[in-house]
């Protein structure tokens, strides 16, 4: 089979030959090296991502997952190459081009959707970034790019076009980003979900991780790969520290830097009550999980200090280590799916061993499907539309403040943007459900816990 490109996870001796240097470099482990299919390496590839990598590690910064997407992007930039039946020495503006008509035009065979803006942003991006970098260090002839300080747009207004694509058609080739506050997506049915996700109290029989993650997000605003990331330490230290009759009091929740998104540290408030929660789950669900995983794997098992473990239910090899972020964003999916919340989505027909269908016209095939209206994520926009309106109802002056540093953004015009012409649409709308909603969970922190 000619595979038009290959991925290798760097060992620990890996070195890299490096342009304009006498000396090779050793890689970082883990590091995603790209090859052809006749397995010369992808210098340009290699050598872009490694610098991108090394910034990150010199600024101590998480690299790992920033790195898998550059070599993703520039994979894929590969194969489109080998499709037209060149190298990455034979790039020009119009195949660039050409690429970002692709992009749009066509779906995703892992999600069998058309592509979203946002991905196919990033993917223009990585390869303009990559083919300035190829330029500068002399494995591309031609300057592509130019002095643009926006070259990704210069891809939408080029004067040069593909033959077959028309100066207008050249316009849209890259859509528009999705104005922010269009991925708030509030949920409004919480109950019904969570109590898919799990039992709402301690009962034998009846696992709870699911849903106290999903509630861990909902009362704190974290994203899912920090609330996978939270260590029972970090659970129990709080609990030192309560009240007794304090559980709508909230304590401040220190996060891992090395766990956050972009890898800046900070930290979140988490109601006492979800505290107690948590506690409980420790105490009962967990522990019967690290005992049974200590009954099947003997000395090989060591206990990790994560707070959430995959469950009984999982094979062997796997039972009491620590949950992915994955874990629960499928979990949350079934749950909506089985509260029958759905919406419309287009998506390819695939044969059984994955291939696209196509009519006897080569037409690509597309059917209508029912899919989850909310993801994992929409958790972290009802918090922040809750505390706003909470926090607006009690007379703060500037509640979109206040959520922004709940949310940990940096900047506060990201909160304005996502958040501002949402809540000035569906604020009345929001508030009346809301207001409902919490009537129902008044028992939440009133000893059902």
């Not at 790195?67 to 993703?72: E, G, M, N, V, W």
């Not at 080739?173 to 898919?196: F, M, S, T, Y």
């Not at 330490?233 to 304590?251: D, F, S």
Request: net charge positive.
């Amino acid at each position: 089979m000619n595979v038009p490109v290959r991925r290798v996870k760097a060992r620990a001796t890996t070195t890299i030959e490096l342009s304009r240097s006498r000396y090779d470099v050793r890689l970082p482990e883990g590091f995603v090296q790209l090859f052809y299919g006749d397995g010369r390496p992808i210098r340009l590839a290699n050598e872009y991502m490694y610098g991108r990598t090394i910034a990150l590690l010199r600024a101590r910064k998480p690299w790992a997952k920033t790195q898998s997407a550059l070599a993703d992007d520039l994979a894929q930039a590969t194969i489109f190459l080998h499709l037209l039946g060149l190298k990455w020495d034979d790039i020009s503006r119009t195949v660039v081009e050409q690429y970002s008509v692709a992009l749009t035009a066509g779906y995703s065979v892992w999600t069998q959707k058309k592509r979203s803006p946002s991905t196919i942003h990033r993917r223009m991006t990585t390869l303009v970034d990559a083919c300035r970098f190829g330029f500068e260090k002399g494995y591309i002839s031609s300057d592509i790019v130019g002095s643009s300080p926006r070259p990704v747009s210069t891809f939408l207004r080029g004067s040069r076009t593909p033959d077959n694509i028309s100066h207008d058609e050249l316009e849209v080739v890259l859509p528009r980003r999705l104005a922010p506050d269009a991925r708030v997506n509030p949920i409004l049915h919480l109950r019904a979900i969570l109590d898919a996700l799990g039992s709402e109290s301690p009962a034998p029989g009846a696992p709870r991780r699911d849903r106290l993650a999903a509630e861990t997000t909902l009362f704190t605003g974290l994203r899912v790969d920090e609330t996978a990331g939270l260590t029972v330490y970090q659970i129990l230290h709080l609990a030192e520290k309560m009240e007794r009759n304090a559980n709508w009091r909230e304590l401040r929740l220190e996060l891992d830097a090395s766990r956050t998104k972009g890898g800046v540290g900070g930290s979140v408030l988490i109601p006492c009550f979800h505290i107690n929660a948590l506690v409980n789950y420790i105490d009962g669900e967990r522990t019967e999980i690290v005992n049974y995983a200590r009954d099947i794997q003997g000395r090989a098992y060591i206990e990790t200090p994560s707070l959430f473990l995959n469950g009984i239910g999982c094979n062997h090899r796997d039972i009491g280590k620590p949950c992915r972020p994955e874990t629960f964003s499928r979990a949350f999916t079934r749950a909506v799916l089985a509260c029958n919340l759905t919406r419309r989505e287009e998506r390819l027909v695939l044969n059984p061993d994955g291939s696209i269908v196509r009519d006897a016209a080569g037409t690509i095939l597309t059917e209508w499907v029912d899919c989850a209206a909310h993801d994992f994520h929409d958790l972290r926009h009802t918090f922040a539309v809750t505390q706003y309106i909470v926090r607006k109802a009690n007379g703060e002056r500037d509640p979109l403040k206040s959520v922004q540093t709940l949310l940990r953004h940096k900047l506060s015009q990201t909160t304005i943007d996502i958040y501002l012409r949402w809540l000035s649409v569906y604020e009345r709308d929001f508030s009346a459900e809301l207001s409902r909603h919490y009537r129902k969970l008044d028992g939440w922190a009133e000893g059902k816990r």
